[in-house]
């Protein structure tokens, strides 16, 4: 059987900076008859449930990984470690696990693909990779966003 690395929230664990999950009923199709690894980089990181909402500043996942961006809390904290330590935790994670592809919760300054919010906390959105979706685009793992979430 295929094994898929998830964000954790994706699979009904509440594990959202809000305390909540995303689990829908489009994602359960998306996964049938495959293997699921659940995981989420920023608890793997050391992040508490619930948590302070973290963005990107200064552009997305990969040029945080290029140390050129940071994330941030909208109180000004920088925890650029903890989502970098999370990252490659799921990347570890998701290698144990045989996983050649990720479906990741979407617009998430972690798991978000082709879209993040900008770091100003206004709920502007840009093109842009999560830190944890560039680790894994660039080490080969296929990152799709969750449909319907």
Known sequence: ??????????????????????????????????????????????????RRPAELA???GYDVL????????????????????????ALAAARNGGCTEALLM????????GAVYDGSFTGELVPGDGVTAALFERNGIAVRPAPGV
């Open 1 to 50: 059987m295929e094994a898929i690395l998830v964000s954790a929230c994706l699979r009904g664990v509440p594990c959202r900076f809000d305390g909540r999950h995303k689990v829908s009923s489009d994602i359960e199709a998306a996964l049938a008859g495959r293997r699921v690894v659940p995981f989420c980089p920023e608890v793997a990181g050391g992040l508490a449930t619930p």
């Open 58 to 60: 200064g552009g997305d």
């Open 66 to 89: 290029d140390g050129t961006a940071r994330v941030v809390e909208d109180t000004g904290r920088d925890v650029t470690a903890e989502f970098v330590d999370g990252a490659r935790r």
């Open 106 to 113: 979407p617009r998430s300054p972690s798991c978000g693909r």
